[in-house]
């Protein structure tokens, strides 16, 4: 109990430190963020989106570009502190650099063949390509006016520095990077404040997210028609419902409310450019809660509760603790990866948070099976054939999600690990959506083997049932004599029709038992 206490505390830890490192998404702040040493150069990374082109292009007026259509990224109060102790000195410019991902080879360079370095060397400086101190760049062979590359320098004595307000127009459809860049060694405390806004034509939602809001307005109507069928059935046959069915009920409920709630923070997002905290975090812990139950539902079928035994037993216990461990892991994962975020996590953050995710999944996935195997076996040996039956279609529809899965699985290490600058973020958005739709795929298959019917309860646990299967398996006594006295013996036509009568119901019942 303290163990659980324990975990609980430290989710909830982890939950105050989403709300307080915060990135707005497309409207990045910047607050107080400091410079750090990347090669010989420092480096403040503003923010990589996919944008697509404008849908009007008038160069004319590229520093104006905020009309309906318009594709830009705007900076907005973009300022520079430095310290005291160097305020006198008239140092090198800092430079905001604006580039597309395919022209990345464009910033720095090398002589010789040697190191990259991002900032000019007094070897680069020799050669004449470039003045020592400044930040290398030249233009792309694609579009001679890119990288786009806007400096500001700090005059005697001055302890802030502004870079004057600016609009770009994105004429063609790119991941974009934006890096704030020096090269001054007497500025290793200097930190910027302000922020930039990015948008895409039809609204501010970073362009690997666009599909997604399309995608979740789709789900939550198939979830509609879903919720539509089995809501009509429950009510029909509410009298032949089984705990099962509840649990699928609650199932289909939360993929309902977790549709709609990425829906809407998609809508919200596109319509205001700020990520909103609050239904982005009802969204992830919907969709976790989901998850779990569904996850914990299965394992329980799978263990045959409700159809060849009526509890858990001692197993209860261990049930719910990995389903706790499993919602805490991937609430904190999809917290970190969902609430603000709009780039990538690094590999390493990414990894330690996936894992565990990862191996609780392994463990269900292993023990769902180990006790699918046991049940089909106890369901054969009771020769319950209409249940065995609906578990071997079940274990069907799990076996090919779970190979399907395996093979995502294998096709998404490929993606990322071809795609390290994110090139082919405008197919991103289907790895994703995948998994939500192979998810609701085997809620379908659920549904239409347990939904609820008329002779709904003939799937369900009967204790007396079972007691009679018990006695039929140990009893060695297979003929009963007739406990008909001699004066009752009927004649012969009599005899037939009543062997005919016996042997009808004595049918009816065995069909029953193995049911």
């Known amino acids: 109990m303290l163990k659980l206490k324990d975990s609980l505390f430290l989710f909830l830890l982890l939950c105050v430190g989403c709300f307080l490192f915060i990135v707005e998404a497309s409207v990045h702040q910047y607050r107080g963020e400091r410079f750090v040493t990347k090669g010989n150069a420092f480096v403040v990374h503003g923010g990589s989106e996919g944008i697509y082109s404008s849908l009007t292009i008038n160069p004319k007026e590229e520093d104006d570009a905020s009309g309906i259509g318009d594709s830009y990224i705007r900076f907005e109060k973009i300022t520079f502190r430095r310290t005291d102790e160097f305020s006198n000195f008239s140092l090198h410019p800092i430079h905001a650099i604006v580039f597309e991902v395919e022209d990345r080879e464009t910033i720095g360079g090398s002589a010789y063949g040697g190191q990259r370095a991002v900032c000019c060397s007094a070897d680069l400086a020799k050669l004449g390509v470039c003045s020592q101190g400044e930040v290398i760049h030249r233009p792309s062979t694609n579009n001679p006016s890119w990288p786009q590359v806007f400096h500001v320098a700090f005059n005697r004595d001055e302890l802030v520095a502004t870079l004057p307000s600016k609009s770009i127009q994105i004429t063609k459809t790119g991941m974009y990077n934006l890096y704030f860049i020096h090269c001054n060694l007497n500025l290793t405390d200097l930190i910027v404040e302000g922020k930039t806004v990015w948008k895409n034509p039809t609204g501010y939602l970073p362009g690997r997210m666009a599909p997604l809001m399309n995608f979740y307005g789709f789900m939550s109507l198939a979830f509609v028609i879903l919720g539509i069928f089995w809501f009509s059935q429950y009510a029909r046959f509410w009298r032949e419902v089984f705990p099962l069915q509840n649990c699928i009920t609650l199932v289909i409920t939360l993929g309902m409310f977790e549709m709609a709630l990425w829906y809407f923070e998609y809508a919200e997002f596109n319509e205001t450019g700020i990520r909103p905290t609050g239904i982005t975090m009802w969204a992830v812990t919907f969709g976790t809660v989901k998850r779990t139950v569904a996850r914990i539902i299965i394992l329980m079928v799978s263990m045959g509760y409700g159809v060849v035994r009526p509890t858990l037993g001692g197993l209860?216990?261990?049930?719910?603790?990995?389903?706790?461990?499993?919602?805490?892991?991937?609430?904190?994962?999809?917290?970190?990866?969902?609430?603000?975020?709009?780039?990538?996590?690094?590999?390493?953050?990414?990894?330690?948070?996936?894992?565990?995710?990862?191996?609780?999944?392994?463990?269900?996935?292993?023990?769902?099976?180990?006790?699918?195997?046991?049940?089909?076996?106890?369901?054969?040996?009771?020769?319950?054939?209409?249940?065995?039956?609906?578990?071997?279609?079940?274990?069907?529809?799990?076996?090919?999600?779970?190979?399907?899965?395996?093979?995502?699985?294998?096709?998404?290490?490929?993606?990322?690990?071809?795609?390290?600058?994110?090139?082919?973020?405008?197919?991103?958005?289907?790895?994703?959506?995948?998994?939500?739709?192979?998810?609701?795929?085997?809620?379908?298959?659920?549904?239409?083997?347990?939904?609820?019917?008329?002779?709904?309860?003939?799937?369900?646990?009967?204790?007396?049932?079972?007691?009679?299967?018990?006695?039929?398996?140990?009893?060695?006594?297979?003929?009963?004599?007739?406990?008909?006295?001699?004066?009752?013996?009927?004649?012969?036509?009599?005899?037939?029709?009543?062997?005919?009568?016996?042997?009808?119901?004595?049918?009816?019942?065995?069909?029953?038992?193995r049911e």
Request: proline share 3%.
């Open 316 to 513: 209860t216990s261990k049930v719910i603790m990995l389903g706790v461990t499993f919602f805490l892991a991937s609430e904190v994962l999809e917290l970190v990866e969902n609430v603000g975020a709009v780039s990538d996590l690094s590999g390493k953050a990414r990894l330690f948070l996936v894992l565990p995710v990862a191996i609780l999944d392994a463990f269900f996935i292993l023990w769902i099976f180990t006790s699918l195997s046991a049940t089909l076996n106890k369901l054969q040996a009771r020769r319950m054939m209409v249940k065995l039956d609906v578990y071997r279609k079940f274990t069907n529809a799990l076996v090919v999600a779970v190979i399907v899965s395996v093979g995502w699985i294998c096709y998404e290490l490929y993606f990322k690990s071809s795609d390290v600058y994110n090139e082919h973020w405008q197919n991103a958005w289907i790895i994703p959506a995948f998994w939500q739709f192979l998810s609701f795929s085997l809620l379908c298959v659920i549904c239409a083997l347990w939904a609820p019917a008329q002779n709904s309860m003939r799937y369900a646990f009967s204790r007396e049932m079972n007691e009679e299967f018990d006695k039929d398996v140990t009893s060695l006594t297979l003929i009963r004599p007739s406990s008909l006295p001699s004066k009752d013996v009927l004649d012969a036509p009599e005899a037939r029709l009543a062997q005919r009568n016996n042997g009808t119901s004595n049918g009816d019942l065995e069909e029953d038992k």
